[in-house]
C-alpha cells in the first residue's frame, strides 16, 4: 500500500501523559501536513512541512504540541502533558502539488 | 472566520436519486476547490477536485459545478447508492499555499 500510513491508529491515554504519533508520507511527496478533527467537524490544519521544514503553524498548535520531519520523510507528532480537550483524532497528509491525501488518522482519547 | 460555508449540514436521499452539496467561499484568492468523502472512523478521501478555469467536472457519478461570479462550488452525485452514506467535506486553498480550509461537512444518508 503506497498510501499515508500513520501509528498507532487509536492510543488511550490518561491526562498528563506524552503521546507521540508517526506519519509515513506517501513516497516521494515533499508536503506534509497534520490535520485535527473532532466528532462533527471539518478538519483543522495544525501544521505543514516541506521536506523537513517547518514552514506554517497554527495558532491551534500551542506550545504542548511539537512536531518533527527530520529527515523529510517520516513525521512525529508529540502532545505533552495531555489534556481531556486534546481527544480528537489526529490527521497525516502528503501532498506533491495541490492534491493532499489523508491516510486514517490517529484517535486520541484523553481520559 | 469560517472562509467555506456548507450547507446543508444533514441530507437524506433515496436509492438513486441526486444529491446535491453546496458551498460557498469568501477568499477570491482561492483557486483549488476538492471534495473529500469521510467513512466513519476512516481519514478523508479525495474524491474529485475543480480549478476555476473550469464551470463543470464530471468523474463518473459526480459532478462538480463551479460558479466563481457567485464564489459558489456544488457537488452533485447521480444515481445515489447506499455505498455513498459519508460525510462530505468540501475544502479550498490557493496554488502553492499551505493548508485546506473546510468547510463543516454534509452528512449523507441514502436509503434503498
Known amino acids: 500500500d503506497t498510501g499515508v500510513s500513520q501509528d498507532p491508529r487509536h492510543k488511550i491515554t490518561k491526562r498528563g501523559q506524552n503521546v507521540t504519533f508517526r506519519c509515513d508520507p506517501i513516497?516521494?511527496?515533499?508536503?506534509l501536513y497534520w490535520y485535527r478533527q473532532t466528532l462533527g467537524q471539518g478538519p483543522e490544519f495544525l501544521t505543514y512541512?516541506?521536506?523537513?521544514?517547518?514552514?506554517?503553524k497554527s495558532r491551534l498548535l500551542s506550545d504542548r504540541f511539537s512536531a518533527e520531519r527530520p529527515k523529510g520523510s517520516f513525521s512525529t507528532l508529540e502532545i505533552q502533558r495531555t489534556e481531556q480537550g486534546d481527544s480528537a483524532m489526529y490527521l497525516c497528509?502528503?501532498?506533491?502539488?495541490?492534491?493532499?491525501?489523508f491516510g486514517e488518522g490517529s484517535w486520541l482519547t484523553v481520559v | 472566520q469560517q472562509q467555506v460555508k456548507q450547507s446543508p449540514q444533514s441530507l437524506i436521499v433515496q436509492k438513486g436519486g441526486i444529491s446535491i452539496i453546496n458551498c460557498a467561499y469568501e477568499n477570491t484568492a482561492f483557486d483549488y476547490f476538492p471534495w473529500y468523502q469521510q467513512f466513519p472512523g476512516k481519514g478523508p478521501a479525495l474524491l474529485i477536485a475543480?480549478?476555476?478555469?473550469?464551470s463543470e467536472k464530471k468523474e463518473g457519478r459526480f459532478t462538480i459545478s463551479f460558479n466563481k461570479s457567485a464564489k459558489q462550488f456544488s457537488l452533485h452525485i447521480m444515481d445515489s447508492q447506499p455505498g455513498d452514506s459519508a460525510t462530505y467535506f468540501c475544502a479550498a486553498t490557493r496554488a502553492g499555499a499551505s493548508k485546506l480550509t473546510f468547510g463543516t461537512g454534509t452528512r449523507l444518508q441514502v436509503t434503498l
Open positions: 497528509a502528503s501532498s506533491l502539488d495541490n492534491t493532499i491525501y
Open positions: 513516497s516521494e511527496h515533499n508536503r
Open positions: 475543480i480549478r476555476p478555469d473550469v
Open positions: 512541512f516541506q521536506n523537513e521544514a517547518q514552514l506554517e
